[in-house]
């Protein structure tokens, strides 16, 4: 079995697709030697043979149609490990950096994902004002408590790393046992959110939580693994060639950069930082730059059609 590898997975029309292919062209950039698989619908692999884009990945393979959703996929991953360390990343992602240091330091774990130690109350809970009266019901403790739990990690699951098979697979089937018990938890419906599915993450974290898997520390200054990329915040060439992402060594301001709108967001930071006198900050290059969130994705959309035209057009007699 080949040591160490990518995967990738994506369903739906063909601008996932384009998403998946230009993500691979920046990895491309720093990492030429490390194969990356792809799991997909035979009609995008039609859409590869027919574009001749297959040639992009080093493996490509059916996704079955109950592994296509973010939870049928990422509480599964045990099921899609064609590498014997694997790197699973989300399709929405612009590669930055050589990713060399990345796996040094991930092969420390038998199975990671990217989080932090503990989730606040907005993990799996409301995004607004009405995440007040969660904190002050205490239903994550309670959901701790139930569940024979000691802490709650907060997982972004745009990164898993999968090394040993038998923990992969008992992470996989106890986040599945803990969704399906959703209704014993505080955690609310991603629906609510305006998302068309839901999250994978919470389940993740319980499981790790259960067998005491460490995270791998979602913030660490210039050596992040991926940071969010937030207009306002992210400086970069237009085809992404370089990046710098603003970046709070303070948490609390850092947090901030989920407000929407720029204005309210600049006021939120300068206020913040000067009450709490932590102006800290650093203009850093991760790992991954991840278009995350819902309001801040048309950078990456239009990067990725792009791509497409221009590799499909070159591949085309």
Same mark, same amino acid.
């Given at each position: 079995?080949?040591?160490? +590898? ?6 739906? +029309? ?17 990492? @030429? ?46 099921? *899609? ?11 929405? #992602? ?18 990671? /994902?990217? %989080? ?7 993990? =799996? =809970? ?14 994550? =403790? ?15 699951? %745009?990164? &898993?790393? !999968? ?12 986040? /599945? ?25 919470? =389940?993740?974290?319980? !499981?790790?939580?259960?067998? %005491? ?7 660490? +200054? /210039? ?19 370089? #990046? ?12 901030? @950069? +989920?407000?929407?709108?720029? %204005? ?10 000067? &009450? ?7 203009? #850093?290059?991760? *790992? &991954? ?14 990067? /990725? ?13």
């Amino acid at each position: 079995m080949i040591t160490e +590898g990518y995967v990738l997975h994506t369903y739906g +029309g063909e601008a996932y697709l384009r998403h998946a292919v230009a993500s691979v062209t920046t990895l491309r950039r720093y990492d @030429r030697k490390r194969p990356v698989a792809l799991y997909c619908t035979k009609s995008q692999i039609e859409i590869l043979e027919r574009t001749g884009l297959a040639q992009q990945f080093t493996l490509i393979k059916h996704l079955p149609r109950s592994n296509r959703s973010i939870k049928g996929f990422k509480h599964h991953v045990h099921k *899609f490990k064609p590498w014997k360390r694997a790197l699973y990343i989300d399709c929405d #992602v612009i590669w930055c950096r050589n990713p060399d240091p990345l796996w040094t330091q991930l092969s420390v774990y038998p199975f990671t /994902a990217t %989080g932090l130690e503990r989730a606040d109350f907005y993990f =799996g =809970g409301p995004k607004n004002a009405a995440v007040i009266l969660e904190f002050l019901r205490n239903r994550r =403790g309670r959901t701790l408590t139930r569940f024979g739990l000691t802490h709650l990690p907060r997982i972004q699951a %745009g990164m &898993i790393y !999968a090394a040993d098979p038998e923990v992969t697979q008992s992470v996989c089937e106890l986040a /599945a046992h803990f969704h399906s018990r959703s209704s014993e938890t505080h955690f609310r419906t991603r629906l609510l959110e305006g998302r068309s599915e839901e999250s994978c993450e919470w =389940g993740i974290a319980m !499981a790790m939580s259960k067998m %005491g898997l460490p995270v791998y520390n979602w913030y660490q +200054g /210039a050596n992040s693994p991926q940071l969010d990329y937030i207009p306002g915040m992210t400086e970069h060439t237009e085809d992404f060639e370089d #990046v710098f992402c603003e970046y709070y060594t303070d948490r609390f301001i850092y947090e901030i @950069r +989920g407000i929407k709108d720029p %204005g309210i967001r600049q006021f939120c930071i300068r206020l913040a930082s000067a &009450i709490l006198r932590r102006r800290d900050r650093m203009m #850093v290059t991760p *790992f &991954i730059l991840h278009f995350s969130w819902l309001h801040a994705k048309q950078p990456f959309h239009d990067f /990725a059609d792009r791509v497409w035209e221009e590799m499909a057009s070159a591949t085309t007699p």
